[in-house]
C-alpha cells in the first residue's frame, strides 16, 4: 500500500518544521540528501506535518484518480458526508445546494454519517453503563487508535471495541444498498481513515476522499453552486449525531450526565493533552478514574483534511448552527424506527500492538551529544524551541536520526555570536588583503607599464638593424621578428607582417626553409649556440647566429647577408686567417713527420756502420 504521508524531495529544504511538530517523531532526517523522510510504519497518520509544512513539501495519498473512474463507471454510486462539512462548506449558501452539486456529480445516493454516529452512541452508552469498572477509551478516532497501537500498547485492552463512524456508516450502505456493483464513498476531515478503511476487509474499497478532495472533484466536474438544484441527504437522518464533529458534541448524543461531579466521561483533545492523559492513565488510570472522550485533532472540525480558513471557534458555531437547522425538522418518531430497524449493524474494529518506540541511547552518549550542542549539564531542562521536551530528548533523537543539531536554539545562538565574532574578524583580514592587492595591482600596473616601455624600444631598435633578427619559442613559432627577416623572406613574409606585425605567432617552419628551422631547432632543444653558419635562402647567401635567452623555451637568431661589405670583409678576413691557420698546422705536422723518419733514417744507418765496423776488427 502507498505511503499516507509522502515529502517531495525537490521541494523540502529541511527547515525541521514538520520535525519540530511531528508528535511522535516518525520523520527522519536524510543527511545524505539533506531532506526529510517519513516513516510510513511510526506515523499515525495525524497530518500535523502536512498542516505546518512552509514549503508545501508533504502531501497525502489522494483518491481522485480512483473517484472519477468509479463515477463515470455503470456502478451505483454512494457517498456519506460526515457532519463537519457544516464548518467546511461555508461558502456554500446552504446544504441542500451542497447535496445538489454531489448529485450533479454523479453520487445516486448522499448519506450523512450523522445517523451512524447515533448508532455508535447507542452503543457506547450500553458499554459505559456496563463497564463494571473498567475504563474504555473512545476509538471513534482513527488516530487515537494507531497512537494507542504503536506508542502506548499498554493500554490498547481499554480501547472501546465498537466501530468507529466510518465502520458503522460503511456497513449501513451496504445493508440499504446490497450487491457487487456498488461504489461507496467517504467524504471526512481526517487522512488517517484512508488507512483505517484498508484494516477491514467489509470497508476496503471504499473511496475516502477529504474535504480538499472534494473541492478538486468539483473543479474536475466544473460544478458549481449556481449549478445546482437543491436537495436533501437521503434517510436515514441523523439526529445528535451532527454535533459529533465538536469534540464534546458525542457526550450530547450520549445523553449523559455532562457535569463536572458526575459525568463518568473526560473528554480530552490535542496533541499534547492526549499524550499527557494517556500517559497518566498508564502509570495510574485512578489519577483520572474516567472513561476517555479523545479526539487528536481538535475536533473533527479542525481535521487536516479541511481547507477552510476560519478558527476553531468559528467552525464550531457553524456546526451548531447547521445543527439547531436540521434537528428542529427531523421527525424523531421516524428517526427511533429507523435506530431500531438497524441496530443490529455492529461491526468489530481489531486493535493490534504494533510498539514503534525506539530504545534510547545510553546515558554516555547523550551526556556527549548534549555537550557537543552547548555543553550544558542540566539534559532534563531545555527551552523548547527544538520541539523536544527538554535536551535530553533532543540528544536522543540526533542519536536515533530523527534530530539534527542545527534544532538547538541555544547551539544556534552560540555559534551566531562566534559567526559574529569570525565575520568581524574576517570583514578586517578581508580590508587588508583588499589593500595589499591594491598595492600589487599598482606595482603591477607600473612594471606592466615599464615593460611594455621595454619592449616598446626593444622592438624599434630591432626594427632600425638592418640585419634580420628573430625571436621565437620552443614550438617554432614567432614570438617578434625585425622589418630586416621580413626582408629577407620576401613577399611571403611581407603579406604576414601587414596582417600581424611583426609575424607574430607565425610558423618558423613554414616561412623558412627546412635547413635553418631544424637549425633553430637544434639550438633550442639542445640550449646550445650556433655560431657564424652559412646558410641560403633563395639566391642569397646569410651568416647565421642562434642564442638562447632562455634555456629550452625563448631563443634568437641573427640574419647577416654574406654579400654585405662588413661582413664581407671580415668573413675574408676570417677565412683568410682560418686557412694560414690551417696552413701552418700542416707544415708542422709534415715537419714532425719528416724530422721523426731523418731520425728513424739515421738511427738505422748508424746501427749498419757500427755493424760493419764491429765486423772489420774481428
Given at each position: 500500500?502507498?505511503?499516507?504521508?509522502?515529502?517531495?524531495?525537490?521541494?523540502?529544504t529541511?527547515c525541521?518544521s514538520?520535525?519540530?511538530?511531528c508528535p511522535?517523531?516518525?520523520?527522519?532526517?536524510?543527511?545524505?540528501?539533506?531532506?526529510?523522510?517519513?516513516?510510513?510504519d511510526?506515523?499515525?497518520?495525524?497530518?500535523?506535518?502536512?498542516?505546518i509544512?512552509?514549503?508545501?513539501?508533504?502531501?497525502y495519498?489522494?483518491d481522485?484518480?480512483k473517484?472519477?473512474?468509479?463515477?463515470e463507471?455503470?456502478?451505483?454510486?454512494?457517498?456519506?458526508c460526515?457532519?463537519?462539512?457544516?464548518?467546511?462548506?461555508?461558502?456554500i449558501s446552504d446544504?441542500?445546494?451542497?447535496?445538489?452539486?454531489?448529485?450533479?456529480?454523479g453520487?445516486?445516493?448522499?448519506?450523512?454519517?450523522?445517523?451512524?454516529?447515533?448508532?455508535?452512541?447507542?452503543?457506547?452508552?450500553?458499554?459505559?453503563?456496563?463497564s463494571?469498572?473498567?475504563?474504555?477509551i473512545?476509538?471513534?478516532?482513527?488516530?487515537?487508535?494507531?497512537?494507542?497501537?504503536?506508542?502506548?500498547?499498554?493500554?490498547?485492552?481499554?480501547?472501546?471495541?465498537i466501530?468507529?463512524p466510518?465502520?458503522?456508516?460503511v456497513n449501513?450502505?451496504?445493508?440499504?444498498?446490497?450487491?457487487?456493483?456498488?461504489d461507496?464513498f467517504?467524504?471526512?476531515?481526517?487522512?488517517?481513515?484512508?488507512?483505517?478503511?484498508?484494516?477491514?476487509?467489509s470497508?476496503?474499497?471504499?473511496?475516502?476522499?477529504?474535504?480538499?478532495?472534494?473541492?478538486?472533484?468539483?473543479?474536475?466536474?466544473?460544478?458549481?453552486?449556481?449549478?445546482?438544484?437543491?436537495?436533501?441527504?437521503?434517510?436515514?437522518?441523523?439526529?445528535?449525531?451532527?454535533?459529533?464533529?465538536?469534540?464534546?458534541?458525542?457526550?450530547d448524543?450520549l445523553?449523559?450526565?455532562?457535569?463536572?461531579?458526575d459525568?463518568?466521561?473526560m473528554?480530552?483533545?490535542?496533541?499534547?493533552?492526549?499524550h499527557?492523559?494517556?500517559?497518566?492513565?498508564?502509570?495510574?488510570y485512578?489519577?483520572i478514574?474516567?472513561?476517555?472522550?479523545?479526539?487528536?485533532?481538535?475536533?473533527?472540525?479542525?481535521?487536516?483534511g479541511?481547507?477552510s480558513?476560519?478558527?476553531?471557534?468559528?467552525?464550531?458555531?457553524?456546526?451548531?448552527?447547521?445543527?439547531?437547522?436540521?434537528l428542529?425538522?427531523?421527525?424523531?418518531?421516524h428517526?427511533?424506527?429507523?435506530?431500531?430497524?438497524?441496530?443490529?449493524?455492529?461491526p468489530v474494529p481489531?486493535?493490534?500492538?504494533n510498539d514503534?518506540?525506539r530504545?534510547p541511547?545510553?546515558?554516555?552518549?547523550?551526556?556527549?551529544?548534549?555537550?557537543?550542542?552547548?555543553?550544558n549539564?542540566?539534559?532534563s531542562e531545555?527551552?523548547?524551541?527544538?520541539?523536544f521536551t527538554?535536551?535530553?530528548?533532543?540528544?536522543?533523537?540526533?542519536?536515533?536520526?530523527?534530530?539534527?543539531?542545527?534544532?538547538?536554539l541555544?547551539?544556534?545562538?552560540?555559534?551566531?555570536?562566534?559567526?559574529?565574532?569570525?565575520?568581524?574578524?574576517?570583514?578586517?583580514r578581508?580590508?587588508?588583503?583588499?589593500?595589499e592587492?591594491?598595492?600589487?595591482?599598482e606595482?603591477?600596473?607600473?612594471?606592466?607599464?615599464?615593460?611594455?616601455e621595454?619592449?616598446?624600444?626593444?622592438?624599434?631598435?630591432?626594427?632600425?638593424l638592418?640585419v634580420?633578427?628573430v625571436f621565437?619559442?620552443?614550438d617554432m613559432k614567432i614570438?617578434?621578428a625585425?622589418?630586416?627577416?621580413?626582408?629577407?623572406?620576401?613577399?611571403?613574409?611581407?603579406?604576414?607582417?601587414?596582417?600581424?606585425?611583426?609575424m607574430?605567432?607565425?610558423d618558423?617552419?613554414?616561412?623558412?626553409?627546412?635547413?635553418?628551422?631544424?637549425?633553430?631547432?637544434?639550438?633550442?632543444?639542445?640550449n646550445?649556440?650556433?655560431h657564424?653558419?652559412?646558410?641560403s635562402?633563395?639566391?642569397?647567401?646569410?651568416i647565421l647566429s642562434?642564442?638562447?635567452?632562455?634555456?629550452?623555451?625563448?631563443?634568437?637568431?641573427i640574419?647577416?647577408?654574406?654579400h654585405?661589405?662588413?661582413v664581407?670583409?671580415?668573413?675574408?678576413?676570417?677565412?683568410?686567417?682560418?686557412?694560414i691557420?690551417q696552413?701552418?698546422?700542416?707544415?708542422?705536422?709534415?715537419?714532425?713527420?719528416?724530422?721523426?723518419?731523418?731520425?728513424?733514417?739515421?738511427?738505422?744507418?748508424n746501427?749498419?756502420?757500427?755493424s760493419?765496423?764491429?765486423e772489420?776488427?774481428k
Amino acid at each position: 500500500m502507498e505511503s499516507l504521508f509522502s515529502v517531495s524531495p525537490s521541494k523540502c529544504t529541511l527547515c525541521f518544521s514538520c520535525i519540530r511538530n511531528c508528535p511522535v517523531k516518525a520523520i527522519d532526517i536524510d543527511s545524505k540528501n539533506e531532506k526529510a523522510v517519513i516513516s510510513d510504519d511510526r506515523c499515525i497518520g495525524c497530518g500535523i506535518c502536512y498542516k505546518i509544512c512552509p514549503e508545501d513539501a508533504i502531501g497525502y495519498r489522494k483518491d481522485i484518480d480512483k473517484a472519477v473512474k468509479a463515477l463515470e463507471s455503470d456502478s451505483t454510486k454512494i457517498i456519506l458526508c460526515d457532519p463537519a462539512i457544516a464548518s467546511e462548506f461555508e461558502d456554500i449558501s446552504d446544504y441542500r445546494k451542497f447535496v445538489g452539486m454531489l448529485k450533479i456529480t454523479g453520487f445516486d445516493f448522499a448519506y450523512e454519517t450523522s445517523f451512524a454516529i447515533d448508532l455508535m452512541a447507542k452503543k457506547y452508552k450500553k458499554l459505559f453503563k456496563q463497564s463494571k469498572g473498567k475504563l474504555y477509551i473512545s476509538s471513534y478516532c482513527s488516530t487515537v487508535v494507531e497512537y494507542v497501537e504503536k506508542y502506548t500498547p499498554e493500554i490498547i485492552q481499554n480501547l472501546a471495541p465498537i466501530g468507529s463512524p466510518m465502520m458503522l456508516s460503511v456497513n449501513l450502505a451496504k445493508k440499504i444498498h446490497p450487491g457487487e456493483n456498488v461504489d461507496i464513498f467517504y467524504i471526512t476531515p481526517c487522512i488517517s481513515v484512508k488507512n483505517e478503511t484498508q484494516k477491514y476487509e467489509s470497508t476496503k474499497q471504499t473511496i475516502v476522499l477529504t474535504f480538499d478532495e472534494i473541492r478538486e472533484l468539483f473543479v474536475h466536474y466544473n460544478i458549481s453552486e449556481n449549478i445546482a438544484e437543491s436537495d436533501d441527504f437521503d434517510q436515514p437522518l441523523g439526529l445528535k449525531g451532527l454535533l459529533y464533529p465538536i469534540n464534546t458534541g458525542i457526550l450530547d448524543t450520549l445523553e449523559m450526565d455532562d457535569s463536572v461531579f458526575d459525568s463518568p466521561i473526560m473528554s480530552i483533545e490535542g496533541t499534547k493533552n492526549i499524550h499527557d492523559a494517556f500517559g497518566t492513565f498508564i502509570h495510574d488510570y485512578t489519577d483520572i478514574n474516567k472513561h476517555l472522550n479523545a479526539f487528536y485533532c481538535e475536533g473533527c472540525i479542525m481535521g487536516p483534511g479541511t481547507t477552510s480558513k476560519t478558527n476553531k471557534y468559528q467552525r464550531n458555531s457553524a456546526v451548531l448552527k447547521y445543527s439547531q437547522k436540521r434537528l428542529s425538522s427531523i421527525d424523531k418518531k421516524h428517526w427511533e424506527e429507523n435506530i431500531n430497524s438497524h441496530s443490529d449493524i455492529n461491526p468489530v474494529p481489531v486493535f493490534l500492538k504494533n510498539d514503534q518506540r525506539r530504545k534510547p541511547p545510553s546515558d554516555e552518549i547523550v551526556d556527549d551529544i548534549i555537550d557537543t550542542l552547548h555543553g550544558n549539564p542540566h539534559k532534563s531542562e531545555g527551552c523548547g524551541a527544538c520541539g523536544f521536551t527538554n535536551c535530553q530528548e533532543l540528544a536522543e533523537g540526533i542519536h536515533m536520526g530523527y534530530g539534527h543539531a542545527d534544532m538547538c536554539l541555544r547551539r544556534s545562538l552560540n555559534s551566531q555570536k562566534s559567526y559574529s565574532k569570525f565575520m568581524k574578524q574576517n570583514d578586517e583580514r578581508i580590508k587588508m588583503y583588499k589593500d595589499e592587492i591594491n598595492t600589487f595591482r599598482e606595482t603591477v600596473e607600473k612594471t606592466n607599464k615599464s615593460i611594455k616601455e621595454k619592449s616598446e624600444t626593444i622592438s624599434r631598435t630591432i626594427n632600425s638593424l638592418t640585419v634580420g633578427v628573430v625571436f621565437f619559442t620552443a614550438d617554432m613559432k614567432i614570438h617578434e621578428a625585425n622589418k630586416g627577416l621580413v626582408n629577407i623572406i620576401g613577399e611571403e613574409a611581407e603579406m604576414i607582417n601587414d596582417v600581424i606585425p611583426g609575424m607574430k605567432g607565425a610558423d618558423i617552419r613554414s616561412i623558412l626553409p627546412a635547413t635553418v628551422s631544424s637549425t633553430f631547432e637544434y639550438a633550442i632543444n639542445n640550449n646550445e649556440p650556433i655560431h657564424n653558419k652559412d646558410i641560403s635562402i633563395g639566391e642569397n647567401k646569410y651568416i647565421l647566429s642562434v642564442f638562447n635567452i632562455v634555456e629550452n623555451q625563448l631563443a634568437g637568431a641573427i640574419f647577416r647577408s654574406f654579400h654585405a661589405r662588413e661582413v664581407r670583409y671580415e668573413e675574408f678576413e676570417n677565412r683568410i686567417v682560418e686557412a694560414i691557420d690551417q696552413n701552418l698546422s700542416m707544415v708542422q705536422n709534415i715537419g714532425f713527420l719528416l724530422g721523426e723518419g731523418a731520425s728513424n733514417t739515421e738511427r738505422m744507418l748508424n746501427s749498419v756502420i757500427e755493424s760493419f765496423k764491429a765486423e772489420k776488427k774481428k
